[in-house]
């Protein structure tokens, strides 16, 4: 789920613990996590513990080295540093809430969080200093909101069993006006499906505006017009095919796929235009022993934080969870 989202076989993901089907195994090439000294000054740690029970999904990064990762289980906001693995609770959890995507804005500090409160779509802005909830946005016919990116004037929210995008309007200073959710239909080569079946999921804007979206049931990335909803599937150039797409993080025009089953890795391709279209040119793939189904990342302090989501673990109100680095390409 940023600003700034690969399994064990055998393993269930996050999809097909929803009953959606097996994704295909891809080779990756294997790029070590190792301890090393910060561009941005200081030693950085290969991981970061979070308490445990947390059953993480979406992680998203705001000032300096702070993080924040929500709950699919409860709906709490952990908050914490990168450079300490200090962490604590911004929003306490809740009976019937889970969280998925996150997203920072700078602009007005706000955490937005998409997710579900008792199966019904719901979307939160929460004061990252406070865990102030500001406000509430709940999303008629959602099936299941997944991901977000906020842009100057909207939150974009992609819904996996519903084939449109979710919009909320913001004020010209990025606050929540507090008007009802619009919506935005995908067309074009978008791969239509049976309602409750897994596709959009990650989500995020390339430079020119438009939306990239990938897709966990047919793969591929998607160049998505957010006015008009047509979609164009992307050229991807090199490398292994993206399968399995879950969270995306793109900086600069350096796109990152984590994958929610299949092999544990990250894809990184580079975002090229060409005219009106775009298309990925594939650079390497990012894997570490430590990945553990790893489900969204954020780019922060010059590396990539990937969260160990672990769908599938025993005991998971007990398991152990945390947060790998990666180097950023």
Excluded: C
């Excluded at 090393?36 to 030693?43: D, E, L, M, P, V």
């Excluded at 059953?55 to 998203?60: L, R």
């Excluded at 865990?131 to 999303?139: C, D, F, L, M, N």
């Amino acid at each position: 789920m940023d600003n700034h989202n690969a399994v064990h076989l055998g393993t269930p993901s996050r999809r097909l613990v929803l009953g959606s089907a097996a994704a295909v195994a891809v080779t990756a090439l294997t790029t070590p996590v190792a301890s090393a000294k910060s561009r941005h000054g200081g030693h950085l740690p290969n991981s970061v513990a979070l308490p445990n029970g947390t059953q993480p999904e979406g992680i998203t990064s705001g000032p300096g080295a702070t993080f924040y990762v929500g709950s699919v289980a409860d709906g709490r906001i952990v908050t914490g540093n990168l450079r300490t693995g200090r962490v604590r609770t911004l929003l306490a959890g809740a009976t019937g809430r889970s969280l998925r995507g996150l997203f920072f804005d700078h602009r007005t500090g706000l955490v937005w969080a998409v997710g579900s409160l008792n199966d019904k779509g719901r979307i939160w802005a929460v004061d990252a200093m406070s865990g102030r909830v500001v406000s509430v946005t709940k999303v008629k016919g959602a099936g299941f909101l997944n991901d977000l990116v906020v842009t100057r004037r909207a939150v974009w929210v992609t819904d996996s069993f519903v084939d449109r995008l979710t919009v909320v309007r913001l004020t010209s200073r990025g606050e929540p006006k507090g008007a009802a959710a619009r919506f935005v239909r995908l067309k074009g080569e978008w791969p239509a499906s049976p309602p409750n079946t897994f596709n959009a999921n990650g989500i995020r804007r390339l430079p020119d505006g438009a939306l990239v979206l990938n897709n966990s049931r047919v793969g591929g990335l998607w160049q998505v017009n957010g006015e008009t909803g047509y979609a164009r599937r992307m050229k991807v150039v090199g490398g292994p095919p993206i399968t399995s797409g879950d969270g995306l993080e793109l900086v600069g025009t350096t796109l990152y796929n984590v994958r929610g089953s299949g092999p544990k890795d990250v894809t990184v391709t580079r975002m090229r235009r060409r005219g009106d279209k775009w298309r990925a040119v594939w650079v390497k793939t990012l894997t570490d022993a430590s990945l553990d189904v790893p489900s969204t990342a954020t780019a922060a302090l010059g590396s990539l934080w990937v969260v160990n989501a672990r769908f599938g673990v025993p005991s998971p109100a007990t398991a152990t969870y945390s947060i790998t680095r990666l180097p950023q390409a």
